[in-house]
């Protein structure tokens, strides 16, 4: 009797923390150039009105 193992290495394999600040220098932009805090806030507004369901 034989009993053959295979493992995954990909998911066993423990990844590397990414650094915050390279994160954060990878989203700079993201939301485009120019615009105001306000201007932000109403993009992500009208995002998540488009997601959420009304389930009155």
């Known amino acids: ?3 053959v193992l295979v493992m995954d290495v990909e998911k066993t394999t423990a ?5 915050l600040h ?10 485009g150039k120019g615009k105001t ?3 932000i806030d ?3 507004h009208t995002m998540r009105s488009e997601w ?3 389930w009155d």
């Open 1 to 3: 009797m034989r009993v």
């Open 15 to 19: 990844k590397p923390k990414k650094n």
């Open 22 to 31: 390279e994160v954060l220098q990878r989203t700079r932009g993201a939301w």
């Open 37 to 39: 805090l306000d201007e």
């Open 42 to 44: 109403a993009e992500i």
């Open 52 to 54: 959420e369901r009304k």
